[in-house]
């Protein structure tokens, strides 16, 4: 069960099955088709003619594993001049990568995409109660394949979509009882933030998954120790404490609050200080939102809502960052009221454009000009609005009975 109401229990707090969702199913089918068959085209395109720099850097830190070069000192034997910033664990998982050639690599890695763009939307259509799901998921993958966030993914060769597939199937009751919490635990193991994720345990009072959550994260961490002693004595203490080890946070594509404060012209370093208390306060709305939302019945919801509120209170939260947004496309047709679904319409507008690239590359210097700063800055500002609408709506939302049986 994905929340502490039976998938029946859910479907009822979704309301009766609107009749215009199965007049508009085939509609989306067709368009997401081709949508993303010319996504893919240009992708696999993309992945044959170009270097993918984040996998590329993944590739390194394989081979740097069966190599024993050092993860973190100016020795990591990196091609593109990008570091490694993931914790060691991380390394030994990429060891596949180190395997293949470069090309094979890139090509695998991006097919693999976009097979979890699919898994995550379909979980989604699922657990929306969209009948048919496979083909809804089939239709909204494709659109989901147009949006900036998968586009920059594909570009580089990121890792975010995977794992917002195993938090997903996590949260959404697609992992097995017995062993559920691993796939928060595991992407926790490779890049430290979806570890927040298991809040939507704690509110489920879920107290076992949220248990085996930390349990799988400690164990990731146990074996990185077993692989690199050296290595993981350093990321833990030095690494793992750097605030600016993605980036700056003015850096126009980061549209977490940090970016965009900083973007009005505010010192990074002030900008950080601001988002001290504002990263407690976020996380303190999604605790409460989460509650209210799996009182109700409405897991999605929660998770959508986290999966806002973790990329709006980071301090680096780039576009690919935000791959998690696919979930709004089987939000959007069965919200909690209408409101959500007309700020979902918008930040998918936003993010579907992508416009952060009217900042100038290379600008030195940020301060608020309009309309610039609304362009550039859309696909944060609509997802801050998305946040407070939700978090509005999680206050509006009743709560569900629980059957005994």
């Known amino acids: ?67 024993g070069d050092p993860f973190y000192s100016d020795a990591f034997p990196t091609r593109s001049g990008f570091r490694f910033i993931y914790p060691p664990f991380a390394a030994l998982l990429f060891v596949p990568l180190a ?24 979980m989604g259509t699922k657990r929306m109660g969209l009948r048919g799901s496979f083909l809804w998921a089939l239709g909204l993958a494709g659109c989901a394949f ?47 933030t979806p570890a927040a994720f298991a809040l939507v345990f704690l509110v489920r009072k879920d107290y076992w998954s949220l248990l085996r959550s930390f349990l799988f994260f400690f164990l990731t961490a146990v074996i990185g120790f077993v692989v690199r002693v050296n290595d993981s004595v350093y990321f833990w203490t030095t690494e793992f404490f750097s605030s600016e080890r993605g980036g700056p946070p003015p850096y126009p594509p980061n549209q977490s609050l940090t970016g965009l404060i900083a973007r009005l012209g505010v010192d990074e370093h002030v900008a950080l200080a601001i988002m001290k208390p504002g990263f407690v306060l976020i996380a303190v709305l999604c605790v409460w939102g989460a ?13 959508v809502l986290v999966i806002l509120g973790i990329v709006l209170a980071g301090p680096l939260a780039v576009t690919h960052h935000w791959a998690g947004i696919v979930l709004l496309l089987p939000l959007l047709f069965r919200p909690i009221n209408r409101w959500v679904a007309l700020f979902i319409v918008i930040s998918l507008v936003a993010h579907f454009c992508g416009f952060h690239d009217v900042y100038p590359e290379g600008q030195p210097f940020y301060s608020f000009k309009f309309p610039q700063y609304f362009i550039g800055n859309a696909q944060g500002l609509t997802g801050l609005v998305l946040f407070i609408v939700l978090l509005c709506s999680a206050g509006r939302a009743k709560p569900v009975a629980k059957c005994d049986n």
């Open 146 to 192: 147009a949006l900036e966030p998968i586009r920059s993914h594909v570009m580089y060769g990121q890792i975010n979509i995977f794992l917002i597939l195993f938090v997903t199937a996590d949260v959404l009751g697609f992992t097995p009882r017995k062993i559920r919490g691993i796939g928060i635990g595991v992407a926790a193991g490779i890049k430290i």
């Open 291 to 303: 509650w209210r939302f799996e009182r109700a019945g409405h897991p999605m919801h929660a998770l």
């Open 1 to 67: 069960m994905p929340s502490r109401f039976s998938v029946d229990e859910q479907a009822a707090a979704l309301g009766t099955y609107p009749r215009w969702l199965r007049l508009v199913q085939p509609l989306i089918l067709i368009a997401g088709v081709i949508i993303g068959a010319i996504m893919v085209t240009r992708g696999v395109r993309h992945a044959e003619t170009q270097y993918l720099l984040d996998v590329g850097v993944f590739q390194d830190a394989g081979r740097a594993l069966l190599n």
């Open 99 to 122: 395997w293949m050639d470069e090309e094979t690599m890139e090509f695998v890695w991006t097919l693999c995409t976009y097979a979890a763009v699919f898994l995550v939307v379909w």
